[in-house]
């Protein structure tokens, strides 16, 4: 339920805000960097609704992260794993070990990459740029689905006016 508060002023700018959050189950993943705009925006489709806003993404887990970059070339996920492995190997003496051996080098790499991701939403999307999508990094070899929580505030759209697939506003693919 999208919740909100709005008043117009007499110049057409909307004051006042709405507010949404859901929780969401990511499809497991394995050891890598994995691009998830589809699946995010897939289980938001309250996304739609809003004109002009931010979305803020929060993964609830210390072993992996989220990240805003390149959504067309696989290879460039590809090497950004391999160069996190050279950065953060595993096999260092570590103190914290009682959940295996890729356990502390994911909480190294989570706190290098961060937890969090905001993006603007213009008309209804995601206001990402032309090549850049959500990557879930995740840096366990064995771990479940992963939970973000999705919060959106921002001005509601005129139901009056359909969102465009093909809006230059608000580029998606991936």
Request: aromatic letters at 6%; glycine letters at 6%; charged letters at 20%.
């Amino acid at each position: 339920m999208v919740k909100k508060n709005m008043a117009s002023s007499s110049r057409g700018i909307q004051i006042g805000s709405a507010w949404f959050q859901r929780k969401v189950k990511l499809r497991p993943q394995h050891r890598g960097i994995h691009l998830v705009t589809d699946e995010i925006i897939k289980e938001v489709p309250e996304l739609r609704q809003f004109a002009v806003g931010l979305v803020h993404i929060q993964i609830l887990h210390t072993s992996a992260s989220l990240a805003l970059n390149e959504n067309w070339d696989p290879y460039v996920r590809d090497d950004m794993e391999m160069m996190l492995n050279k950065i953060v190997p595993e096999g260092m003496p570590y103190r914290h070990s009682c959940e295996g051996p890729d356990d502390m080098p994911a909480h190294v790499k989570a706190c290098f990459i961060g937890s969090s991701l905001t993006v603007p939403i213009s008309e209804g999307k995601l206001h990402l740029g032309t090549w850049q999508g959500i990557w879930l990094c995740e840096h366990r070899n064995d771990a479940g689905p992963r939970k973000v929580v999705v919060t959106i505030n921002g001005c509601l759209r005129d139901r009056s006016t359909p969102v465009s697939p093909m809006s230059p506003m608000a580029s998606t693919s991936s």
